[in-house]
Nanobody, 122 residues
Framework: VQLQAFGGGLVQAGGSLRLSCAAS????????MGWFRQTPGKERDFIAV????????DYSDSVKGRFTISRDNAKNTVYLQMDSLKPEDTAVYYC????????????????WGRGTLVTVSS
């Protein structure tokens, strides 16, 4: 599975962005898809995950209520809608895939896309 994330950019605090992650390969619907983010000097943090079981999602406390993860299996794409953005959301965002059930731990993911930079100005 190859992943490509895009949609990052510069946005003012309080604004919105939607990230997309396009996957190539077969059986996309059987993969749980996660979003993570990383800032310089820090570890990659879990943001959100959507299971291969429809409508099963999980979020970190830092984004719950502001971010929404969704997927379109017909398009092999997972989305991250980010609303009410804060300067502390500034990071490089990565999408990841794993077969089977969703996990928060990045170590459980076998496939990663290149990151896309999100910058939130105050």
């Amino acid at each position: 599975v190859q992943l490509q994330a895009f949609g990052g950019g510069l946005v003012q605090a309080g604004g919105s962005l939607r990230l997309s992650c396009a996957a190539s390969g077969r059986a996309f619907s059987r993969y749980s898809m996660g979003w993570f983010r990383q800032t310089p000097g820090k570890e990659r943090d879990f943001i959100a995950v959507i299971s291969w079981i429809p409508n099963s999602t999980d979020y970190s406390d830092s984004v719950k209520g502001r971010f929404t993860i969704s997927r379109d299996n017909a398009k092999n794409t997972v989305y991250l809608q980010m609303d009410s953005l804060k300067p502390e959301d500034t990071a490089v965002y990565y999408c990841a895939a794993r077969q089977g059930n969703p996990w928060r731990s990045q170590n459980r993911y076998s496939y990663w896309g290149r990151g896309t930079l999100v910058t939130v100005s105050s």
